[in-house]
């Protein structure tokens, strides 16, 4: 289901070539951000640093995610862009709108024929497959950041592979709410070496990081930092042997198409406070109904 | 021999400026030294350069590793040095804000060291952080607390818990007892001394406090201006000093 | 068991305009086993220097001094460690105190020092307390609060406890009444028995009468 079948980036379209360059960011921009995601690839959970410029929005609408999609955009692609899973959200259509005026690129709600995904806080609950590419936008990088505020010091800590801290948190977890509480940005271990913060999804979405088919790419506009998750790659989640990590979800069942294996949004439908779940990812509630 | 340290011609200077010049002395296994002087006379300045936390102008520091392996530590990599900070050494800081998350709570604060070396059991490194916590004479309903709301002296005794849980076998320590009143000290010192002998530990103990060295060293180095001025039994340096400064100092002292 | 040959000391007071002060001079002193020699002279003329010099605790500035065939010098502080953990056993004045260390503990301590099990020890501590007079509910505590007297018994315990081959005593009864003295006095007889070599300072003619071999006037090595 394309929802635009504008005109392809042509030559003979010169009001749009004329206005912006393609996917707006200049070409040595893109080069530099290209740079930084090989390098990302080749290092997999490792923060690569690059220079985030500014764009058409405020950070924390991601700018590090919008930077990254810019780089990786080609004429062909055909770009989903989802916030909190869903495709209709102020976010996710403006974003969306953004690349269809200054690519002029196909876009679609579809999972499945879409070959580049931004994404916000989820992962779609369609398995990903080889060829796509999942790109997070992400507000804070650094998983130890609130344990230890030096930067000089978390980078050492990568460094040198000293993540007790990590655990420390956890432990605090479980001693001040009984459980690991953690509900989101749930810190994994990427292929055994690196800590990483795999942005704000609930952990819910954890066990998809692992072994995934698609390239998982992170971009961090304001903390200008990009990192990756390869394809195929060991993603572990992060616990204790008697406090095992449990993908958490809500107990109840998609009151538009009936799941009760996806991640669901609670609604409150009316003045009493009554409850209502319905699926987070959009596109895959509507495929089911 | 059996020298868990052997520091040898040990010079570290700031510019012009000579933080300790030409230092030379052996550890043994099980062994306190104190190294006393007053403030600027190069004794933390030299704890520093042993914990690595200084680089070293000139000279050796040789450490023996729990391999009987003696290793150059003015030559061992950064992932090395911070290895053996974790596991064969501990530092106790004068201030416990320096050796403590504040912002996490006692039990945390004891076990993060087992939990960087891999431990993954919630209740194991509970029971641990219990036992520990009686160790250091802290009710163990405090486990749960965050050091904020703990008082000078336990703040240091749950330094030296956090310090001391992986059994390390090197201590530094600078001026443990400095800043409790001598109530406190008391007790502290008292502590410090039975873990020290039933722990077996090498210690080396940086303090201007000759009560403090009196009760828990058994050699004393005394510095001044960043050289060594004398050296030896620590009650005999203590009762009939030597040197001009030695004496100086300890006639200074009221009553110890 | 005790070999001093040609000490002198003298102490420098740096800060008093660097005036000397002649102490001993040429001491030449031999004390065998099961042997007890009395210091005598009057007050500051260096009985107590003469033992802490023996004891490791006072430099000597020449000559040698050797505890039972070992050399005690400054330049090996381990060395007299270990031989005051072993060889010589030494009742100050004053009892330094540990503070919060259990009486029972402080005078178990030589003990444990010496491997000898807790058990065991423990055993031999309560003995030596009793024989003492020391009151059973005071071994729980601390000395440091304990009357002149009570300090001065914890303290002979703790020199008795272990059967060192030397014994060091400066003035050890002179806190004491004439019941626990005596206590002393036979505690002094029985290590004499078993061949220990004792050197002590006793202000009290008549003790110096009732145990000692010989008296020498320190005041006469200057």
Known sequence: MLKSQKNKYTKEDPLEHDEYNFAYLDEQTKRMIRRAILKAIAIPGYQVPFSSREMPMPYGWGTGGVQVTASCLCPTDTLKVIDQGADDTTNAVSIRKFFEKTANINTTDDTNSASIIQTRHRIPEEPLKEGQILIYQVPIPEPLRFLEPRETETRIMHALEEYGLMHVKLYEDITKHGHISTAYAYPIKVEERYVMDPSPIPKFDNPKLHNNEALQLFGAGREQRIYAIPPYTKVISLDFEDYPFEPMKAEAICSICGSNSSYLDEIIINDKGDKSYICSDTNYCEKRK | ?256 | MIVIKNVSKEFRLHHQGGSKINVIKNCNLEIKKGECVALTGSSGSGKSTLIRMIYGNYLYNSGQISIDGEILSFKTPRKTIELRRSKIGYVSQFLRVIPRVKTIDTVLEPLLLNKIGYKKGIIKVKKMLKELNINQNLWELSPSTFSGGEQQRVNIARGFIFDYPVLLLDEPTASLDNKNRDVVLSLIKKTKKKNTAILGIFHDQEIRKEICDREIDVSLMK
Not at chain 2, 87 to 116: C, K, Y
Not at chain 2, 122 to 139: G, P, T
């Open chain 2, 1 to 256: 021999m059996n020298n868990i340290l052997s520091v040898k011609s040990l010079t570290k200077t700031y510019g012009h400026q000579i933080g300790c010049n030409d230092i030379s002395f052996d550890l043994h296994e099980g062994e306190v030294i104190g190294v006393v002087g007053e403030s600027g006379s190069g004794k933390s300045t030299l704890l520093s350069c042993l914990a690595g936390r200084l680089k070293v102008d000139k000279g050796s520091i040789k450490f023996k590793s729990r391999t009987d392996v003696k290793e150059e530590l003015t030559e061992i990599t950064e992932v090395r040095r911070r290895y053996l900070s974790r596991t064969d050494w501990a530092f106790v800081h004068q201030n416990p804000r320096d050796g403590l998350r504040m912002d996490i709570s006692a039990g945390g604060n004891i076990t993060e060291r087992l939990m960087a070396l891999g431990q993954r059991n919630y209740s194991s490194l509970r029971s641990k952080a219990l036992n520990w916590l009686s160790k250091v004479e802290i009710s163990t309903e405090r486990i749960d607390d965050n050091p904020t709301t703990f008082s000078g002296g336990m703040q240091q005794r749950l330094q030296i818990a956090r310090n001391l849980i992986t059994e390390p076998r090197l201590i530094f320590m600078d001026e443990p007892t400095g800043g409790l009143d001598v109530s406190v000290q008391a007790k502290l010192l008292d502590l410090l001394r039975k873990i020290v002998i039933g722990l077996n530990l090498s210690v080396i103990i940086v303090t201007h406090d000759l009560g403090v060295v009196r009760l828990l060293a058994d050699r004393l180095i005394v510095m001044k201006s960043g050289e060594v001025v004398e050296t030896g039994l620590t009650d005999q340096v203590l009762d009939d000093p030597q040197h001009e400064y030695t004496q100086l100092l300890v006639s200074s002292v009221l009553q110890f």
